[in-house]
């Protein structure tokens, strides 16, 4: 089964990146967006403008601040299984 990776919008380089390696992406606008979700990949730069700190999902949140796509995709493969 493919693993959905929900993605901020801007980051188009995780994006491609994630799918180069098979994952499916949909693009992350809201915190509905996260529902069947196996990851999120969010910027970082906007914490609270989507109530982030108060979202309740078992899917972790990745924050690629700092990131390169590459790494984003490890963080993944070693937090979604």
């Known amino acids: 089964m ?25 693009d992350f606008k809201s915190a509905g967006d996260l529902n069947n979700c196996s990851a999120c990949v969010v910027t970082g730069m906007d914490s609270n403008v989507m109530g982030m700190q108060e979202l309740s999902t078992k899917a972790p949140i990745i924050e690629a601040s700092g990131l390169s796509a590459d790494e984003v995709c490890r963080e993944i493969e070693e937090r979604v299984q």
């Open 2 to 26: 493919t693993k959905r990776i929900a993605v901020e919008q801007s980051l188009t380089n995780v994006t491609q990146a994630l799918r180069e390696k098979g994952y499916e992406v949909i």
